[in-house]
Each structure stands twice: as C-alpha cells, then as structure tokens.
C-alpha cells in the first residue's frame, strides 16, 4: 500500500514565524503536491513537483515556498506565517505513468496548522 | 478551463435511504474522473474513478457513470450507513502531469 506521511497532524505557531511542513511517500512516485482545504472551499493547490529539484506553482502560491531536495520527500514552507494561513494542509503524491491520465492521487492524513 | 461543480452540502439521510451525490465537469479532451471520501480527522482516500466515457467506477457499494454527453460523473449508493458519514469530493485530472482539480466537498451524515 502507497503511504503518504505528513510530520506532524496538528501545529500552532506564531504570526512571522516561518513553518516547515514535511511530506513523504514510501512508493517512489514521481508527483507530489501541496494543497490547502478549508471550508467551504474544498481544496485548493499551492505548489506540485514532477521531479526531484522541480516545482511548479499551483493555484494559490503567494505565502508558500517549497522544496524537493529528494524524490519522497517534499516539503512547504510558510516564510512569514499569518493568520489567514490557518487551514488544514494535505499533502499527496501519484506517479507518472507514462501516456496515462488516469493514476490516483494518495493523500496523506494532513497538518491542521492553526497561525496565531 | 479544467473545473468540478459538486452539488452543496450539507445533505442528511436516514440509514438504508438511498444516495445521490451531483457532480458535473468542465474539461478540454477526456479526463478522468474521481470519487474521494474525507471521514473526520483523517486525509482523503479514493472511493472510485473512471477512466473513460461510459464506465463505471464501484466500490464499497458506491458507484458512478461517467457520462460524456452530460458531463456528469454523479455518486450513487443504493442503502446508506451509519459509517458512510463523510465529506465526498468529486475530482478529475486530464494530462499526464496528473494535476487534480476538486469540487468543494459535499458532507453527507447518515442518522440511526
């Protein structure tokens, strides 16, 4: 089975500190994304990666930075938390089979981040 | 552009009544199309999916259609449960790139 860890499930920090959200997948699969989901809003993508070292920005980057040093693991940064980026935060990862438009996305458990 | 519309919740079903969750798409070409299920405290997991016009994606006694001449892919159970309290997001992808794109959710809860 495909398993997406997340480092922590709940986090409370302070206004203008900066996050580290850690994501890793234990399938070797080649796309791993970032979203937040809140409310009324379902989820929204902040950055995905294809590739090691690859990012690409999603639909809602302002705020977030993120970094794929290595392939299973794949990290948001929040370089100056605020408040309004109190949300729940998932992370997921699929694999690039080549031709296909078809593969799943495995998510994991989530970080409910809550920003003073 | 690539976008799901889901129909909004929150919906309220007695055990055994029977389920049907609207999603309708809009996508260039033919995407796939999924079902995930969010039960409280947890990440999403996927229900089902299809991958082409008129197939059927089924599991756990849900099923959906995926039908390209109404751009619908709608979530059906015919004896709902207790355990099937959730939040249901309707999604569909369409490049090998695999970038999602969700409806809002729709939050179902099933009463004894």
């Known amino acids: 089975d495909v398993k997406v860890t997340q480092s922590s499930r709940y986090l409370v920090k302070r206004t203008g500190e900066k996050v580290f959200l850690e994501c890793v997948q234990d399938m070797d699969h080649e796309n791993m994304f970032w979203y937040r989901q809140d409310p009324g809003l379902g989820l929204r993508l902040i950055y995905f990666?294809?590739?090691?070292?690859?990012?690409e920005k999603g639909d809602i980057p302002e705020g977030y930075s993120v970094s794929r040093e290595k392939k299973e693991r794949f990290s948001l940064i929040l370089e100056s938390a605020s408040t309004n980026q109190t949300s729940m935060y998932l992370c997921?990862?699929?694999?690039?089979?080549?031709?296909?438009?078809?593969?799943?996305?495995?998510f994991g458990p989530g970080t409910r981040l809550l920003v003073l | 552009g690539n976008s799901v519309t889901q129909m909004e919740g929150p919906v309220t079903l007695s055990e055994e009544a029977f389920l049907t969750i609207n999603c309708t798409y809009t996508a260039t070409g033919y995407p796939s199309l999924f079902w995930y299920v969010q039960y409280p405290g947890e990440g999403l997991q996927l229900l089902l999916k299809a991958t082409k016009a008129d197939d059927k994606g089924s599991n756990k006694g849900f099923e959906a259609t995926y039908r390209k001449e109404t751009t619908s892919f709608h979530l059906e159970k015919g004896s709902v449960q207790v355990s099937d309290s959730a939040v249901y997001f309707c999604a569909l992808t369409r490049n090998t790139g695999n970038q999602f794109y969700f409806g809002t959710g729709t939050s179902l809860t099933v009463i004894p």
């Open positions: 997921a990862s699929s694999s690039q089979a080549p031709g296909l438009a078809t593969e799943t996305q495995y």
């Open positions: 990666s294809y590739d090691v070292k690859m990012k």
